[in-house]
């Protein structure tokens, strides 16, 4: 039985549209939705209705192989951690990867075959800072949680629910040991809890960042909440000093063994002899260190047995990887996962390949571990920091998709960016993406890292042209020697118009003043919007700047600007992405010619800290799907489950009759045309007619007696005198024998 759990209510102060944000608890197979945004527009006062969804439509990598979850967004950095907890004994997957928050991935296969489903990336709104851990602390036999309190202390979550139903509570914002002392965790490191003395009690270990040691507290009572009360026992547990060799070199290197840094720590029983043995990654060792306790619960001797682990095939990485381990397949002994978090010799190498899965083909005394796969969760990931466009590059009437990370990690030596090319092999109904080019237009200067494409025809010779904007704050030009359905983008200037915003140029353009061409403008590192308008033609444009502070808007770092109509008014509103204050909505107050924007409310899309929204009809159903690029180099995905712009019934009531369907335009948003598709099922007298938001006919398309069949009709944005109409939101309505079905269409000049 679904259940839906409402709150974080939130209002835009304005009177034409209100904006509902609902926490769902829904499951939905592969388009599970974290939750709904609804924006109630003046006109029809139709709902947008925004859904999460991770695996709506396939995607095929580079092989032509299906990602199994490709919108999660990416990750850069994963603490990972596997337990059961909804009791249904298969192990679910739990990552903290950004903003301090858990993502959850429900395990919906067997106990022998997992199959992971993405459910929220907000789980129970808890806040864990930069690792945690579940444990049943308290024998009660439901899972704990402790998390990390910025900077370096403990959180303690008390689950005050059951193993199938879990309620966590913050018990403690910052645990303290049995002398009122907090318990310092060293920041950047991570901590983990163990029964090594095999007393039934979880006792706490710590790795020390300064000199490579471990502080061990035993656990000795609780107070009357029930939250563990934790006693110090030593800062030299079995006298270990961890020392590892460079980030670039593997653990142990003779040429450079004298450094320890940030740690993680994890025990496990991987040998079956009733006795916890410990795991540990640190930031100067590419693998992970393997310390073997040879003693018994009572007397425990733990000493280094191999500095890469596993020793038949070890892992391998940047640096500072955190083990965990779980039977994932029901099979009796224990599989290992890493996260690799990037240590002294990543940079960004390992900011896609970062969520280990070793299978345990050995038996639990004897281990051993095969490599199954890098990326546990297959997701689209190009690195960091992606930034995302549609368009169609093809003329093919569908919406192609292209991705550009801050830095690729397939250039040499990472030091730059590219463009993939994701193609539309599906239609504009039905999109299915496939890669097809890593390095589009093989436009990859070294050092010239955080692509920014904008798609235009910028020369009026009806075919798109590409500007990219760069980290230098320059815009490269490529203008297209082909025509709209083989485009053959050619590079003309690397500083077009002589243009320099200082760092990090992200251009859009938009006809802001509803002259017929379109103006530009410019994000940049530092936030502002940067306007030029176009004071030449759309053949020969000329921009000339005329604010680097446009309308004062400031959204903190890396703004990222796009204009769409949101509220239906028919003038351009305007969305800004940004490195971390997620999107700011801007309303239009003005008209198409004179604009004038007043910040609305942030939209509250639990979006990543970086984001680089698209408005579009992704899928061609007449209504505007948000997408946009990630800080952990993936894409975001939220589809539109609005209902079109209305089904009118038939006169005296009753049901609708099968007898016709209005199907999507396509492209939509469009320019300079759009076709719109309609079906018959019996012969009918058939009215086709575009209107405007205040209802006003602006064009009948179709009036004509019309046999069974599925039909296309071309509209080139013109009224019924042949003028082109302004750039907005406009109804199609088909009305046949007194019944009338609308959909939504936008117009973007």
């Not at 370096?152 to 199938?164: E, P």
């Not at 303290?176 to 002392?181: E, P, W």
């Not at 939250?227 to 800062?235: E, H, Q, R, S, W």
């Not at 602006?698 to 019924?720: C, F, P, S």
């Amino acid at each position: 039985q679904a259940s839906l759990i409402i709150g974080k209510s939130v209002s835009l102060h304005a009177p034409r549209s209100t904006l509902h944000v609902f926490h769902s608890a829904l499951r939905i197979p592969h388009s599970a939705f974290l939750l709904l945004v609804v924006l109630t527009l003046s006109a029809f006062s139709q709902p947008f209705t925004f859904q999460r969804q991770i695996a709506p439509f396939p995607v095929q990598d580079l092989a032509g192989d299906l990602y199994a979850l490709p919108f999660t967004g990416g990750m850069n950095r994963p603490v990972l951690q596997l337990v059961d907890i909804d009791g249904d004994e298969a192990p679910d997957l739990f990552v903290q990867d950004r903003a301090s928050l858990l993502t959850f991935f429900r395990n919906t296969g067997t106990p022998q075959a997992y199959e992971f489903e993405w459910v929220t990336d907000q789980y129970a709104d808890l806040e864990v800072g930069d690792w945690f851990k579940f444990a049943d602390v308290d024998g009660d036999n439901d899972l704990d949680l402790f998390a990390e309190k910025p900077f370096g202390s403990i959180r303690y979550y008390r689950n005050d629910g059951d193993a199938q139903n879990p309620a966590f509570v913050l018990a403690r914002d910052e645990l303290r040991d049995a002398a009122n002392q907090p318990i310092n965790a060293d920041d950047l490191s991570i901590p983990d809890w163990a029964d090594l003395d095999c007393d039934g009690d979880l006792e706490l270990f710590l790795g020390r960042i300064l000199n490579g040691t471990v502080t061990m507290y035993d656990l000795t009572g609780f107070t009357p909440d029930n939250v563990p009360i934790y006693t110090f026992v030593t800062d030299t547990f079995q006298s270990l000093t961890i020392l590892t060799g460079g980030g670039d070199r593997p653990a142990g290197n003779a040429a450079n063994p004298q450094l320890h840094g940030a740690n993680s720590l994890s025990f496990a029983d991987i040998d079956n002899d009733q006795d916890n043995d410990l795991f540990w990654g640190d930031f100067f060792a590419n693998s992970v260190l393997f310390l073997e306790n040879s003693g018994s619960c009572a007397t425990p001797d733990i000493a280094i047995a191999f500095e890469q682990y596993p020793p038949n095939a070890p892992v391998l990485t940047g640096g500072y990887n955190v083990p965990r381990f779980a039977d994932i397949d029901s099979d009796g002994d224990q599989d290992m996962f890493v996260g690799v978090l990037g240590g002294a010799g990543s940079r960004i190498i390992d900011l896609a390949e970062n969520l280990y899965f070793y299978e345990n083909t050995g038996s639990p005394s004897q281990p051993t571990f095969t490599l199954s796969t890098r990326q546990l969760i297959n997701s689209i990931d190009v690195g960091r920091n992606s930034i995302i466009r549609l368009v169609d590059i093809d003329s093919d009437g569908d919406l192609d998709l292209f991705l550009a990370p801050q830095e690729d990690l397939a250039s040499p030596n990472h030091s730059n960016s590219r463009l993939h090319y994701y193609q539309n092999i599906g239609g504009a109904a039905n999109p299915q993406f496939k890669l097809v080019n890593t390095n589009y237009l093989q436009y990859d200067k070294q050092y010239d890292t955080n692509y920014a494409p904008a798609f235009l025809d910028l020369d009026g010779d009806s075919d798109l042209d590409l500007i990219v904007g760069k980290y230098d704050g320059k815009l490269s030009y490529f203008r297209n020697d082909g025509d709209p359905q083989h485009p053959d983008l050619v590079l003309v200037s690397e500083n077009y118009g002589g243009i320099d915003i200082g760092n990090n140029s992200n251009p859009e353009f938009a006809d802001i003043d509803a002259d017929g061409d379109r103006d530009l403008f410019i994000g940049e590192y530092n936030g502002n919007l940067n306007f030029y308008r176009n004071t030449g033609t759309v053949a020969n444009p000329v921009f000339t700047l005329e604010s680097n502070d446009y309308f004062g808007i400031d959204v903190g770092d890396y703004s990222c600007p796009r204009f769409t109509d949101i509220d239906g008014d028919n003038d351009l509103d305007l969305l800004v992405g940004s490195d971390n204050q997620g999107i700011t909505f801007y309303r239009n107050i003005g008209t198409p010619q004179a604009a004038n924007f007043v910040p609305d409310a942030t939209l509250s899309f639990p979006l990543h800290l970086f984001t680089s929204p698209q408005l579009a009809d992704i899928d061609a159903d007449g209504d505007l799907d948000m997408i946009s690029g990630s800080d952990g180099g993936g894409i975001i995905y939220y589809d539109n489950r609005e209902i079109v712009a209305g089904v009118e019934p038939a006169p005296g009531g009753g049901d609708f009759p099968e007898t016709f369907r209005l199907l999507g335009n396509y492209p939509n948003p469009f320019n300079p045309e759009t076709v719109i598709r309609y079906q018959l099922s019996v012969v009918s007298e058939v009215e086709l007619a575009v209107y405007d938001l205040l209802g006003r006919k602006i064009v009948n398309l179709v009036g004509a007696r019309q046999a069974a069949g599925e039909y296309r009709v071309q509209w080139d944005g013109r009224d019924q005198a042949g003028r082109s109409v302004v750039s907005g939101v406009y109804i199609y309505r088909l009305s046949v024998g007194g019944t009338a079905q609308s959909r939504k269409m936008i117009l973007m000049r």
